[in-house]
């Protein structure tokens, strides 16, 4: 098994750009989590999804940011348009079931400049 | 806000002994994990305790959990310099709040 493939793993950019994070669940998981993590907030969860559905975004800082997973095998965490004070570390995580272990990617790295 | 906040928050050992670290958390829980994140990596799951069990063991770990003190423990018996590592505990919020909170970890160095 891969595990959970995210792209790209750094991304460096400038204010006001579009970003868009990928992720790729591992098969058979039919939970799906974004998280952030800063030196400042530590690890945060932006948004899970069950069954492909949106349960709880109530992590999202703001209307700037937005998930979609049109699918089981395919999430995207959108970022438009970009602050420098989203840069951080962006994990994504799947799991079977919400309660069950989550198991993480490997991450991507954000800089905007 | 954090739900978990992990105790101490760094932590240094000889190779050999043991390390542990407490975890402290507000509401009622259904599950309560811990998990380890190396430099520069994801978070890896390393053991699961539900509300209902007050001790799970897995290898060289040992999680307790006290859930009239809302406060579970992680133990790493002899440690080994790829125990370096920070690690965290992660609550839900119990019943439907499946939204899992962590805490700002404990940071381990195994000296070797």
């Known amino acids: 098994d891969a595990g959970v493939i995210q792209s790209p793993r750094h991304e460096v950019t400038e204010m006001g750009q579009e970003v868009t994070l990928r992720c790729k669940p591992i098969?058979?998981?039919?939970?799906l989590f974004w998280y952030r993590q800063t030196m400042m907030r530590g690890l945060e969860l932006l948004i899970y999804?069950?069954?492909?559905?949106?349960?709880?975004d109530s992590g999202m800082p703001e209307d700037r940011f937005s998930a979609k997973m049109p699918n089981a095998s395919f999430s995207t965490l959108k970022i438009q348009p970009s602050e420098p004070r989203d840069s951080a570390v962006y994990f994504c995580?799947?799991?079977?079931?919400?309660?069950?272990?989550?198991?993480f990617g490997p991450g991507t790295r954000l800089t905007v400049l | 806000s954090q739900q978990g906040e992990e105790d101490p928050q760094a932590l240094s050992i000889q190779e050999g002994e043991n390390a542990t670290m407490n975890c402290s958390y507000k509401?009622?829980?259904?599950?309560l994990q811990w998990y380890r994140q190396n430099s520069g990596r994801g978070l890896v799951h390393l053991i699961l305790?539900?509300?209902?069990?007050r001790e799970k063991h897995s290898g060289r770990l040992r999680v307790t959990l006290d859930t009239s003190k809302k406060s579970s423990s992680l133990l790493i018996t002899a440690s080994r310099a790829a125990d370096t590592a920070s690690y965290f505990c992660?609550?839900?919020?119990?019943?439907?709040?499946?939204?899992?909170?962590f805490g700002a970890g404990t940071t381990v160095t195994v000296r070797a």
């Open positions: 995580a799947s799991s079977k079931g919400l309660l069950n272990e989550q198991f």
């Open positions: 098969s058979g998981h039919n939970s």
């Open positions: 999804f069950n069954n492909n559905v949106p349960i709880d």
């Open positions: 509401t009622s829980i259904n599950n």
């Open positions: 305790i539900r509300s209902n069990e």
């Open positions: 992660a609550t839900d919020g119990g019943g439907n709040d499946y939204k899992l909170s």
